[in-house]
């Protein structure tokens, strides 16, 4: 009987071990929380914040930005090649998508407003890597969890 009820209970552990291995940490940067994709690791300066793993290098801004518009002239200006732009809607928030390429490295930048706030997440990878679908996105998994903090 011992035996039963110590084995129900290291198995009832090992249950609870596993469920909260699953769930990300989550952070908060300045009026903001969201949870850190598992892998990630996370460097703050100010109001820029930079996240990141052996795979990808992301940076997210929070606060006032210039239109998309006036932003991507900025980029071309600076000698960013402008590969495409969608605009969509994930998780509430109505997102613009520009991807760049400059030094073999490209970056997707989504520019969005969630929860009264308004967010730049930027996506560098290299550019022979291909842009991770949705599930797969740590960004799009940022902005699923994103919270506004009082």
């Not at 552990?13 to 929380?33: E, F, K």
Request: negative net charge; charged residues 20%; contains cysteine.
């Amino acid at each position: 009987m011992k035996f039963k009820s110590l084995f129900m209970l290291g198995l009832l552990l090992l249950t609870l071990y596993s469920i909260s291995a699953i769930y990300a940490d989550t952070y908060v940067v300045g009026n903001s929380s969201f949870s850190l994709p598992d892998g990630y690791a996370l460097s703050e300066k100010g109001n820029q914040t930079v996240i990141f793993n052996d795979e990808y290098v992301l940076t997210m801004y929070e606060g006032p930005i210039l239109t998309p518009d006036v932003a991507k002239n900025n980029r071309i200006k600076k000698g960013y090649r402008f590969l495409g732009e969608r605009d969509y809607e994930f998780d509430g928030a109505e997102i613009n998508q520009q991807n760049y390429n400059k030094d073999g490295v490209n970056s997707c930048v989504y520019t969005f407003k969630k929860n009264g706030q308004t967010y730049i997440i930027t996506l560098n990878l290299f550019e022979d890597q291909i842009i991770p679908e949705y599930g797969e996105n740590p960004v799009t998994q940022i902005i699923d969890t994103l919270e506004t903090v009082s």
